[in-house]
């Protein structure tokens, strides 16, 4: 289970970045034409910025269990063990909370998105939303469960990365 977890989350990390170099193309092309022949390429403002916002979503999870979030631990390093342990489980859950309720909600508009073919941007390039609101709502839900696994960690192992530094659980 653990290898799909990762698996999965790779692969939308993956994605997310390929997507990015598509964003680089596009929006090249669009700078290159506005500069050297006065045409922009249609859309690109649109497709960056529901983009950008979609490949957040997909690679947060990923981030997060490989420990790739900027932290500062300097109050963690002067708490004791029982009490760093304790600070560390409670943020955990408050991720598993606030990524869940974002999931949840977000999920209604996903669903609205997709049954109004709701569209971002005019003619002759609209884009459509559904894919943002499916992004984010799988990318914060698969978030909330990587917190509540860091939760379960934090509180059974007292720890909430492996030696390899992925956040996950090994279980054999």
Known sequence: MERLFAGLLASLNTFASLWIVFLVGIISVDVIGRT????PLPGVPEIT???LVAVFWLQVAHTLRTGGHLRTTT???RMGER???SVLVANAL???VL???IAYWGYFDAVRAWETAEFEGEEPVRVPTWPLWWALTVGAALTSLQYLILAYLGARYGYMDRDDGTASVHIE
Do not use: Q
Not at 36 to 39: G, R, S, Y
């Open 36 to 39: 050297a022949f006065n045409v």
């Open 49 to 51: 910025r529901l983009s």
């Open 75 to 77: 109050l963690l390093d």
């Open 83 to 85: 009490t760093r342990r």
């Open 94 to 96: 408050c991720g598993v």
């Open 99 to 101: 990524l869940g309720a």
